[in-house]
Each structure stands twice: as structure tokens, then as C-alpha cells.
């Protein structure tokens, strides 16, 4: 083996293999066991947030893969409709080129050019990261097999009446031009105005006063609202008052709805563009007058003056057209939050249009019962509430967008307008026997549509295959529970509905991947990290460019830059992708967000350094494929490491049953850095140890490793293998425990043995005395016999251990100078003559206590300091009254053993 531990020179390397090989082709043999890949966009790269989640799954796979069942990871991309097409027609637009200059047929051509040639990438990343994905079972949402699947589906949802169009509000992307999703519309506080007008009663007895943060939409207005127990308006409810501006009058309604302490307590209702008014506009059976066209300008249904202008510009003319009349009563400034569409960036407006919409009411009765009654589990429990509070409360979906790239909508109209529906329109002539002119409807579904067919579309359906019979449901879904109501909520309605199954067993939610402070990243922040950026390294200089290059504004540019050169002056070290999944692994815990620490992958390469050191000194030391058998463990050492081996399996199997990837990988940790490399390879360098078991637990270890770390783990295992056994560790069975192989009296023999070591290693770092130097030890307890036996079984591996020329059961030593120390129930005594330089050992003591005494001085300065205890964050305070405590403890410990050696 190489000195050092290279990831980039082993792990391309072994993925093409194993690709070209087929390792990742389901066995067709074994309980079945499957998982859907959440489809990543077309457009997509790989983030933080996959790279975690893939982490996760990849363990699932390769773990039950190695319980020899016949596991399928079943992959795909979504097409992505919006981001897909706004990539495209930005291309276009760069040539000169708009959309609608080629026509819908010939926009499509160019957008599956590019799919052909960039749509692909994210799965190349996803090869870095080691997924262990038959990438020759690929699924496309667009695909033909998977196209039949969403008209299939759509066709009965409709002839079982949860299909319909209708008129409904939706979120509009004036710039897009079309309805998006809730997921696709980002929220955040702006600065804006409130503005105060006065509406007229209409016999011009008196007036009422509106707040408004959207003044043009007042154009619309078809009623003014006030709370019922509101004492100031009561008497007007009833009335009318004169819309300004237009010729209308509208009425005063009293709703429970209203905030009597938002602006006046009066609220201006505009049905067709809010979504709270067009709620309470069907409450009261208010008219809906839509006033904006689809580009957000002023249609023909507000004066004629305001036609035609862009929205803002219609509020300006609307607040100068106000104030004219005398009608502008105060503005002020006001935050309040503003919809803007994730893709555009467009302000979002709340508009009426006619759409296609599932009726999701009539569905959700049966999705709640199968989480309800434990069909499906959700993990963490917390999200089972969610799922279920969503799901009561769940309105009709909108599944239609006015997009060309995606599913086509598969209704037909005749000329009279009547719809027909059914997969094509030759079937829609057989079906219902038509000979009119039909023209297809131009929008197309929405992509949660497609992708809520995923886990049995992917599988052949409508059609009953092996594949769907054999893997259907699924076993767990992995997911963020950002989608748990857009996606996962979505699937288990359909897939009950249509297939009369559940979609999987479980749904494992994870949180989310932040930075090292608790933030979210984002490229605003300057903070994301890409996690092919951790796996093969990037200058300082390419990281900066790389979080600058989409940044406009140079004060931001600049903001970032600093932040990123403070944060990594020498730009990210090529950790590997088995450090990264590592540490993904360690940091999930059920329930919680990552704060990702690049320490952390910094700490878990050093962890495969050691463990690549510990495999070098084994095959320095024995011939290690050579080895077949093993031996019954006879000295203690064997029986330890075998008793803590077997029960390392029970804990990574309760582990892993229960989605504690954090447990899993926490005790890989312990076991291979302390337990095997720390104690045991100690041990064996000391000849106390047999080689067929210092090589199997090696193996064994490697086995358990393999789902999270295969790179590595592949790598070793070639080494370290018998002859006979496949190349591939995934072909290896997983090790179970054996009840029998544990012991619990070598495991309480070795644990008094670590910690006599332990205290005579400390006891020797107290007093500076040097790690080769060779100490005489006494030793007592409460049970010299039994001490003595097992003295006289383990002195010599006792010795070598703690580099000690005798180690005896002794009273005399107290009469000495000596180290003390308590390890256990045994008491361990160091005479310090002749062992330490009493004058350098004084100097370095007198040196630290001089140090103590400035820090201690300081600190206790701060704290009585009570200007400084009253401003400074509680935090502070407590991080510097522990710091004094913990320097005032050493301060102590050092006096104590400066006056043991002035003794001597």
C-alpha cells in the first residue's frame, strides 16, 4: 500500500469499475428492498442538501444490498418545466431569439438539444459521491413509458371527477406568464408604503379611511370590510360607499376576518387579486373584477386613463390621481412581506384565472389514514402532526401551467367548447365517436404532478409488471420536509388512489444542510459550499470567483470576498468523498438541521488516514489473504476485540434499523480509532494477539464501514481479502452478531487494564516525565488477591503498554515521593526519584503558574467589571466564569505538583 491515504488516486478509479462491472444491478434473488431516488431538475447541480441525502440512501442501499436481499435504488431526473424552459429561452434570447418567434414544436426541439447535451450533469456529480445507482434503469419524466403513466393518470382522475377546470385564485409570475406552485413563491419583508384614502360614503354623508400597501388594486375593489364587534363602524354596516376613481359603488360587509388593529380597522376588498379577499369575497358572494392582464399592465376594466399601464407605474397614477381629489389621507414607510417568484424574481400577483385542478379534498381522507393507522411511518414523529394537520386543511390543487415544455394537458375542445379528455386525440374520436375539429389544450401539468406518480410510474405502470409487483411499495423515502405536502402528502394520495397502494413504509425527513453557524446558505450569504469542492479541493482564488460570479453589486462582491478569504485563506483541501459522506453521517441526528462544520471533514480524513495506517501495518505484519481461518480467541486481547466486535454489530444494526446514521457512525468511530487501532494494533505489537483474528476483525470492520466510506473500504479490502472472495465488498455478506462471541469477563478485565494504562500515561504527561522512560509502578486495592491475579496474567502486556521496568503490588512507596494516581478501584503509585530533572521540571511549573496568575487576573477583571456583565451577550459572561474556573483549577493542580517535586 502507498504511505499515504490518496482519495483522488483511488476513487474514480474504482467507480468505473464498479459501473462497467455492474456491481449495482438488483440480485435476482433476496427479499426485495427498494428506494426511489427523489428525481433531481435536468437543470440541476449537485448542493449540500443531495450530496446529504444521497449520502443517506447510498448507506441504505449498500447495507441491505449486503444483507443479500435484491435491492433496487431506482433513479431519474424530473424535466423540471419552469427551470428548464427559462434556461433555454434565456439562450435563446442571447442569439436574439424569443420563444414564441420558433413556435411551441420547434422550441421543443431545442429544448430537448439541450437536455441531450446539459441535462445530465447532476448524475455525473452523483457518480463523485459514490452512489451505488444502475444508471442503465435511468427514468426521465418525459420519457415515453413515464409520459404514458401521466396521461393515464390524469384520464382517470377525470373520469373519476377529482380532475376539473375551473375558475380559482392562483399564484401568478406576471413575467413567466404563468401559475406557479407555493413551493416556487419565496416570501420576504420589504420596504414599502402604507397609504391612507378615503373612500366616500355614497350619499356623502361621511367618509371611510383605508389602509393599503397596494393602492392600483383598488381599481378592483367591490367592498369595504370592518370587524362585526368593531364599535366605530357598526352603524355603517350595510351601507355603500362611492368607489373613487370609478363610476361603482360598493358595500360595507362585517367579516371576523378583518384586523381591527391593522391601518384604520376599515379593510379594502379585492376579490379577484388576494387571496384572503377572493375567501371572504366568496363568503359575502362579492363580484370578482379582474383588473390586470397577464403581463400585470391594467386591462380594460379600470378607467381608461390607467389602461395598459404596468402595475407600479398604475399605483403611482392611482396615488396622484387620489391625492388630487383631496382622497390621499397620510402614507408612511411599512415593511410587509412580498411574494416574488423564485425563478423571475418577479412580484408574485395573487391572480383569477381558469386552470386545471385536482380535487385533492376527496383524496386526502385516504393519505391521512395510512399515516394515522402506522402504514406509513414518517420519521421523525413531529412531521406525522404536520403531515396530517396539511392534509385536513388541504385545498384543491392546481396542476395546469402555461408553459410548452412538459406533459401537455390531454384534453381536446370542439368548437362549441365542450371538453373531451383521454390519452390522445385519436383515442378522444374512438372514445366518444367525434368528427368535429378538436384543438389539444395549450398549457401543460404541473411538475409535482408527474413527480407524485414517481414511485410506481417509474416501476411500468399502468402496466402490472414483474418489477412493480416485486418492488411496490417501497420501502422509505428520504426527503426534505420542505416537500413533505408538495411531493410526499401528493404520492401517497395518488399511488393509493390509482394502484390501491401505499407508496412506501416509511418516510425518513431529514432537516437541513447549514453553515457552521446555524445559517441557511445561500449564494446571497456567500456561504454555500459545493460539495464537489470538499471531495477534490479549490483554491482560494477559484472559491472567491465562485461565490462572486453571480453577484451584482460590487459592496456585495466585496462582502463575500472577505468573508470567504477569512474562512478559508488557503482555499478547501481535497478531503475525498468518503470523509464528506462521513461526516454527513455523524452530523444526523433525527430532527435537527446540520450545522456543517468543515472541521469536522478535516477530523474524519484524519480518520481515514488511520485507519489506511492501521491496514499497512497489518499487511506489514501478516500475509493477510493467506488467512482463512480464524482461531478461538485464547488471550485477552482476542477476547476483547471479538467481544467488542460482536457488539459494535448489535449497535450498528439498532442503528440503522431506526435511521440513526449519527449512532452508526459514531460507533464505527469509537471502535476503529480507539478500540481497534488505539488499543488493539497496540496489543498485537506486542505479540499478545493471534494474526488470523488481528486480520478478520480488519475484514470485519471494512464490511461495516463499506456503506458509508466504499472507497476505502474497496481499497483495503483487495488488500486484506482471502484469496477466494470476490473482488467486491458489496457482494459481502453483512456481519450479524453472535451472542455467543461475546464476553463480558474479558470485556471488565480490559477495561481495568485501559484504565491502569490510561493513569500511568497521564500520570507520566503530569510530571513531564519523558514517554521512554521506563517506570517502576506500585499498585494496591481493597483486594490485593485479586489484583494480584490479574497482575500476574497481564503484567507483561500491562508493561509494555505503559513502557514500565516493574509493576508490583506495594505499601513502601508511600514513603517515597510519588505521582499518585486512581484507576478504578486500584490505586496507582509513581516514585519520581531519578525520573524527573526536579530543576527543569520546577522551571516549567514556576513558568505556567506565572502564566495562570496574568489569565486568572484578567478574567476575574472582566467579571468584576459591571459595566462589562451588563452589556456583554449572557453567553459571553458564562464562556469567561468558565474559563476562570477551568484555569483556576490548573492553577491549582500545578501548585500541588510543585510542591511533591521540591520533596525530592
Known amino acids: 500500500m502507498d504511505k499515504h491515504y490518496s482519495p483522488a488516486d483511488i476513487e474514480t478509479r474504482l467507480y468505473e469499475e464498479w459501473e462497467a462491472s455492474k456491481l449495482f444491478v438488483p440480485r435476482s434473488d433476496g427479499m426485495p428492498y427498494c428506494i426511489m431516488l427523489p428525481p433531481p431538475n435536468v437543470t440541476g447541480n449537485l448542493h449540500m442538501g443531495h450530496a446529504f441525502q444521497h449520502t443517506l440512501m447510498d448507506v441504505l442501499i449498500r447495507y441491505n444490498t449486503m444483507k443479500q436481499k435484491s435491492v433496487l435504488w431506482q433513479s431519474g431526473i424530473d424535466h423540471a418545466g419552469i427551470a428548464t424552459q427559462i434556461v433555454v429561452e434565456r439562450q435563446l434570447l442571447h442569439k436574439g431569439i424569443k420563444r414564441h418567434d420558433l413556435g411551441r414544436e420547434k422550441f421543443i426541439e431545442q429544448v430537448w438539444q439541450w437536455k441531450e447535451l446539459s441535462g445530465d450533469s447532476i448524475t455525473r456529480q452523483m457518480r463523485r459521491l459514490g452512489t451505488s445507482i444502475d444508471w442503465s434503469d435511468q427514468r426521465f419524466t418525459l420519457d415515453d413509458g413515464f409520459s404514458k403513466a401521466v396521461l393515464t393518470a390524469f384520464s382517470r382522475l377525470h373520469t373519476d371527477g377529482l380532475i376539473y377546470r375551473g375558475q380559482r385564485m392562483v399564484n401568478w409570475d406576471p413575467l413567466l406568464g404563468t401559475a406557479i406552485s407555493d413551493l416556487e413563491v419565496i416570501s420576504a ?120 399601464m404596468d402595475r407600479l407605474q398604475a399605483r403611482e397614477a392611482v396615488c396622484a390621481a387620489l391625492k388630487a381629489r383631496g382622497l390621499l389621507e397620510k402614507q408612511h414607510k411599512h415593511r410587509s ?152 402528502a401528493r404520492m401517497v394520495m395518488m399511488s393509493i388512489h390509482l394502484t390501491g397502494e401505499i407508496p412506501f413504509r416509511s418516510v425518513y425527513v431529514t432537516g437541513l444542510v447549514r453553515d457552521e453557524f446555524g445559517q441557511k446558505m445561500a449564494k446571497s450569504k456567500g456561504n454555500v459550499l459545493d460539495p464537489l469542492d470538499l471531495i477534490d479541493g479549490i483554491t482560494a482564488e477559484d472559491l472567491v470567483n465562485k461565490r462572486t460570479a453571480d453577484t451584482m453589486q460590487d459592496h456585495h462582491a466585496q462582502k463575500i470576498t472577505a468573508r470567504t478569504r477569512q474562512q478559508f485563506p488557503q482555499g478547501i483541501t481535497a478531503y475525498g468523498t468518503d470523509a464528506l459522506r462521513f461526516t454527513f453521517c455523524s452530523l444526523s441526528s433525527i430532527g435537527r438541521d446540520i450545522k456543517f462544520d468543515i472541521g469536522r471533514i478535516e477530523g474524519y480524513h484524519h480518520f481515514c488516514n488511520k485507519l489506511w495506517n492501521a491496514a499497512r501495518y497489518v499487511l506489514g505484519t501478516v500475509d493477510a489473504p493467506s488467512v482463512s481461518k480464524v482461531v478461538k480467541a485464547q488471550v485477552l486481547a482476542d477476547r476483547w476485540i471479538v467481544s467488542q466486535s460482536n457488539k459494535l454489530l448489535g449497535e450498528i444494526e439498532r442503528a440503522l434499523a431506526s435511521y440513526r446514521f449519527d449512532f452508526y457512525a459514531q460507533s464505527l468511530y469509537e471502535f476503529i480509532w480507539h478500540q481497534y487501532c488505539d488499543w488493539y494494533l497496540e496489543c498485537a505489537k506486542v505479540k499478545e494477539g493471534h494474526p488470523s483474528i488481528l486480520v478478520n476483525t480488519l475484514r470485519v470492520v471494512l464490511k461495516l464501514l463499506h456503506p458509508v466510506m466504499p472507497f476505502i473500504s474497496e481499497e483495503i479490502w483487495r488488500r486484506v481479502k482471502p484469496v477466494k472472495d470476490s473482488d467486491y465488498l458489496l457482494h459481502q455478506p453483512f456481519p450479524s452478531p453472535a451472542p455467543e462471541c461475546r464476553d463480558e469477563h474479558a470485556e471488565k478485565e480490559f477495561a481495568w487494564l485501559q484504565k491502569l494504562v490510561t493513569t500511568i500515561r497521564e500520570l507520566r504527561a503530569t510530571f513531564g516525565i519523558s514517554p521512554r522512560t521506563a517506570l517502576t509502578v506500585y499498585i494496591r486495592s481493597s483486594d490485593n488477591e485479586q489484583l494480584g491475579t490479574k497482575l500476574s496474567e497481564h503484567s507483561t502486556l500491562i508493561a509494555s503498554l505503559a513502557t514500565l521496568s516493574s509493576i508490583s503490588i506495594g505499601e513502601d512507596a508511600r514513603q517515597q515521593v510519588v505521582a499518585t494516581g486512581i484507576a478504578g478501584d486500584t490505586e496507582v503509585w509513581i516514585p519520581l526519584k531519578d525520573v524527573i530533572d526536579r530543576d527543569s521540571e520546577s522551571a516549567r511549573l514556576h513558568k505556567l503558574i506565572h502564566q495562570l496568575d496574568k489569565k486568572i487576573a484578567n478574567l476575574n477583571g472582566q467579571l468584576t467589571n459591571p459595566q462589562f456583565t451588563a452589556r456583554a451577550p449572557q453567553e459571553v459572561v458564562e464562556d469567561i466564569r468558565q474559563r476562570l474556573a477551568s484555569a483556576q483549577n490548573d492553577h491549582s493542580r500545578f501548585i500541588s505538583q510543585l510542591k511533591i517535586i521540591s520533596d525530592l
Request: aromatic share 12%; with cysteine.
Open 189 to 308: 419583508e420589504e420596504d414599502g408604503i402604507l397609504w391612507y384614502f378615503r373612500y366616500p360614503l355614497a350619499d356623502n354623508s361621511d367618509h371611510l379611511t383605508v389602509a393599503t400597501t397596494r393602492p392600483e388594486t383598488m381599481l378592483g375593489d367591490t367592498a369595504v370590510a370592518v370587524h362585526p364587534d368593531d364599535q366605530r363602524y357598526r352603524h355603517l354596516v350595510g351601507k355603500q360607499v362611492a368607489l373613487p376613481l370609478t363610476s361603482r359603488t360598493i358595500p360595507i360587509i362585517a367579516d371576523e376576518q378583518v384586523d381591527s388593529s391593522f391601518g384604520t380597522g376599515c379593510v379594502k376588498i379585492t376579490p379577484a387579486h388576494d387571496f384572503n379577499d377572493y375567501k371572504m369575497g366568496q363568503r359575502h358572494n362579492l363580484p370578482c373584477i379582474n383588473i390586470m392582464n397577464a403581463d400585470a399592465t391594467m386591462n380594460a376594466a379600470v378607467p381608461e386613463e390607467f389602461r395598459d
Open 337 to 488: 412581506n412580498i411574494p416574488r417568484g423564485e425563478r423571475s424574481k418577479a412580484i408574485i400577483e395573487p391572480r383569477l384565472t381558469k386552470q386545471w385542478f385536482v380535487r385533492a379534498t376527496k383524496l386526502a381522507a385516504a393519505a391521512i389514514e395510512a399515516v394515522e393507522n402506522d402504514m406509513i411511518r414518517i420519521v421523525p414523529q413531529q412531521w406525522k402532526k404536520v403531515y396530517c394537520n396539511w392534509l385536513h386543511n388541504v385545498e384543491d390543487w392546481c396542476i395546469s401551467r402555461q408553459l410548452w415544455w412538459g406533459h401537455q394537458i390531454p384534453a381536446w375542445y370542439d368548437p362549441h367548447g365542450k371538453i373531451y379528455v383521454g390519452l390522445s386525440e385519436e383515442d378522444v374520436r374512438q372514445r366518444y365517436g367525434i368528427q368535429t375539429p378538436l384543438q389539444q389544450d395549450s398549457d401543460v401539468l404541473d411538475t409535482w404532478f408527474s413527480s407524485s406518480l414517481w414511485t410506481f410510474a417509474t416501476l411500468g405502470w399502468p402496466t402490472d409488471t414483474p418489477l412493480r409487483k416485486k418492488f411496490h411499495p417501497t420501502d422509505v423515502l428520504v426527503t426534505g420536509f420542505d416537500i413533505l405536502f408538495f411531493w410526499v
